[in-house]
Nanobody
């Protein structure tokens, strides 16, 4: 029960912040490791960033390291993906997902049990 928001059309070099929130009451994102993934047309889903629930450990894909930042706001029950220096190749549908099993997060799609429906990010001039 996750919902992504914040995707839109942005020019190359621009920034966006995506949000991941719970679609149902009683689902607290700070209980779970959360990952961000994306899927471009004709490509496989790619893991971008994840963050543990307990210790704040983060992991990033090389393709976004230094440009994207994952963060949490537990008071807002939200996880964010700040994306800077966007490139046309960042165009994709972006998803957040929750790993219920309480282990150190990894950017492996099969390790996440709950997914949002995605938000479209388009980087184009």
């Amino acid at each position: 029960p996750l919902v992504e928001s914040g995707g839109e059309l942005v020019q190359p070099g621009g920034s966006l912040r995506l949000s991941c929130t719970a679609s149902a009451s009683g689902f607290f994102l700070d209980w779970y490791a959360i990952g961000w993934f994306r899927q471009a047309p004709g490509k496989e889903r790619e893991g971008l960033a994840c963050q543990n629930d307990r210790d704040g450990y983060t992991s990033y894909a090389d393709s976004v390291k230094g440009r994207f930042t994952i963060s949490r706001d537990n008071a807002e029950n939200a996880v964010y993906l700040q994306m800077n220096s966007l490139k046309p190749e960042d165009t994709a549908v972006y998803y957040c997902a929750a790993d219920f099993r309480g282990r150190e997060c990894r950017l492996i799609e099969d390790e996440y049990e709950s997914w949002g429906q995605g938000t479209q990010v388009t980087v184009s001039s």
